[in-house]
């Protein structure tokens, strides 16, 4: 079933027929795993990846890097609970680094955005102690997605093969 | 002025042009084709066998190898063909060539005399038939069929063998069908050949694209066969090498050595670097060839499925990459349905005729293509017959 995940992963919108087809396995099995898969939240969801620079040219995105001072009864967990209920926030992990703790994902209409964001939400967090944003200036390869526009097959007819 | 045709050998000026470069140099014409026609892997090379290729390079290894190729290769030839075929095989028994298109030539020019027969079982890859005339043999096709899953059964064997046969070409997984033949199979092949001089070709370069748990069996596995076959393989469809031109060939040292004898006059010696990729090729990707496969698996049985939904008789291959489904219910003959489907629907599949009369009546689907290629070509394929039956 490993591979009904990853074919999923690559491209959710195959239908069951189609899954059915390219695993050999009975279109019933696969709405039933997948049934199960979404039940124990093992999908989580599913979503288009959407090029927005395409859409926006001044779409970014940032890396934030957040110090945060944990105290007791006041661990990560809330601090995460209080930093994920922003809308802005696309992603949100624990780190292992030893610089800092959190890394947050966020996108915005602009540079300005996303500063004024971390300025005024982010850094004025009781338990925040500093921050860092990394700007993403371009964007190559997003879940297993190139982001130019078409890659070519460049394999060549023989004249036997 | 010169008349060329007075110089050309009479025999090279007779080869009939391919059948499937016809095709191509139409859909050429047309743009933006959605292809279905290719015969390489779509993968590229496992990193880790491009990566020992450039490294031989930096340490300057730019030389000839040895005529027969890297004892190192070899030897690891020798090891592979043990642990993923079971077949047991003396390294000074392989030489490396470059492809497996140079062991066919070699195993042919070795064997066949004017005037001798070769059974070639159709409809199969294009080479074998002109290199067995080039050097004066005479071939005689045995049509393979629809009902026996194109497979070549004793029957039809025992019938196209006379006393002039010296050679029989087994090429499986075949191409352009995908069948295979199964250990039982080769029993009966074997049970007609025992007892004669008739050597086989065994074209396994397919070897490791064979799907539905069972791995490919060679020929020579078989009781009373090894001394009675050459096989041929290389690294192009189960290391998606086929840039790297690097085959090798394993068989009898009497056969093998003078079948050596043609490779150091007309190749001196396969590619340094890529004998050098090679190496870890084999020693150590197994997993990506699986990998690999695995992705053929489920495109192949897309396909499947996908054609017969349309109508289109599709049997069930069980290797090499590539689906034959059979459109004689169109009413066209296989060349016509290519053109118009290439012309309406801008997508290009190979005539089976192209692979010999007998295939006729349906065409090659190749699926070394990504699912989501796959998925826009059968899609306009059934607006093509949808259209067609208007």
Known sequence: ??????????????????????????????????????????????????????????????????????????????????????????????????????????????????????????ATLDSVTSTATNFVLKRYKENYFTIIDEVKDERRHLNID | MIDYNNILSEKVANLKPSGIRKFFDLAAEVKDVIALTIG??????????????????????????????????REEASKYLKRRF??????????????????????????????????????????YDPICRLAGGKVVTIETKRENDFRLTAEELRAAITPKTKLLVLPFPNNPTGAVMRREHLEEIAEVL?????????????????????????????????????????????????????????????????????????????????QYAAVVAM??????????????DMRRRFLVKAFNDMGLDCFTPEGAFYVFPCIKSTGLSSEEFCEKLLHSKKVAVVPGGAFGSSGEGFVRVSYSYSLDHLMEAVKRIKEFLEELER
């Not at chain 1, 680094?97 to 915005?108: A, K, N, P, T």
């Open chain 1, 1 to 122: 079933m490993d591979q009904l995940l990853k074919l999923l992963e690559q491209n959710a919108k195959l239908n069951d027929e189609q899954l059915s087809a390219l695993l050999g396995i009975s279109e019933e099995e696969i709405a039933k795993a997948i049934a199960e898969y979404e039940k124990d939240r093992v999908i989580l969801g599913y979503n288009a990846l959407v090029n927005w620079e395409k859409v926006d040219p001044n779409d970014c995105t940032a890396i934030i890097e957040l110090k945060v001072q944990p105290k007791r009864d006041y661990g990560y967990e809330e601090i995460a609970a209080e930093i994920m209920r922003f809308d802005e926030v696309e992603t949100l992990w624990l780190m292992s680094s030893s610089s800092y703790d959190f890394s947050v994902v966020v996108r915005g209409h602009s540079f300005r955005d996303i500063s004024m964001f971390v300025a005024k939400r982010l």
């Open chain 2, 40 to 73: 390489e892997p779509d993968f590229k090379t496992p990193w880790h066998i491009r990566e020992a290729g450039i490294d031989s390079l930096k340490k300057g290894r730019t030389w000839y190898t040895a005529n027969a190729g890297l004892i190192e290769l």
């Open chain 2, 86 to 127: 079971n077949l047991e095989y003396d390294s000074k028994d392989i030489f490396i060539t470059v492809g497996g298109s140079e062991a066919i030539d070699l195993t042919i020019r070795a064997i066949i005399d004017n005037g001798d027969e070769m059974l070639l079982p159709i409809p199969s890859f294009v080479c």
């Open chain 2, 194 to 274: 025992r007892g004669t001089d008739i050597m086989v070709l065994s074209d396994e370069i397919y070897a490791e694209l064979t799907y539905g748990g069972e791995r490919h069996v060679s020929i020579a596995e078989i009781d009373g066969m090894k001394e009675r076959t050459i096989i041929v393989n290389g690294f192009s469809k189960a290391y998606a090498m086929t840039g790297w031109r690097l085959g090798y060939v394993a068989g009898p040292s009497p056969i093998i050595s003078q079948m050596l004898k043609i490779h150091q006059y007309a190749i001196m010696s396969s590619p340094t670097t890529s």
């Open chain 2, 283 to 296: 020693r150590d990707c197994d997993k990506e060839v699986e990998e690999m496969k695995k992705q053929y």
